[in-house]
């Protein structure tokens, strides 16, 4: 069902008297409170999550252990820019981006 024949049917409905009973408030009230619920359940997170990740990722230092997204354990040895380098045991060494950083491990696990 188009949604804009639905609108024009509620912005055009009348009372038997041929008055207008709805107002350009209550049409648009619901609107504004669903706007308001989907950005507090869905955009406010997901923002916080990148801040939570982008904070993250500048404090990566020299000599921290992370795990990447594609689950590689290594520990980093350089950081040039946007990239890092990660020595991943065995003499083998990774230059990734830094979005590819999950997290920061602690001393003990990688």
Avoid: C, W
């Avoid at 009973?21 to 049409?27: A, E, F, K, N, V």
């Avoid at 504004?32 to 230092?61: K, N, T």
């Amino acid at each position: 069902m188009p949604y804009h024949a639905i609108l024009t049917g509620l912005l055009l409905a009348t009372e038997e008297g041929g008055e207008a009973t709805g107002s350009l408030l209550g049409l648009l009230l619901p609107l504004i409170i669903f706007g308001g619920l989907f950005y507090v359940a869905l955009i406010f997170p997901q923002r916080r999550r990148q801040r939570q990740m982008q904070e993250l990722r500048d404090s990566v230092e020299v000599g921290d252990q992370i795990r990447t997204i594609g689950g590689i354990l290594g520990r980093v040895t350089g950081i040039d820019g946007d990239e890092v380098m990660i020595d991943v045991g065995g003499g083998t060494k990774l230059t990734i981006t830094a979005r590819a950083i999950a997290e920061k491990l602690g001393d003990n696990q990688a």
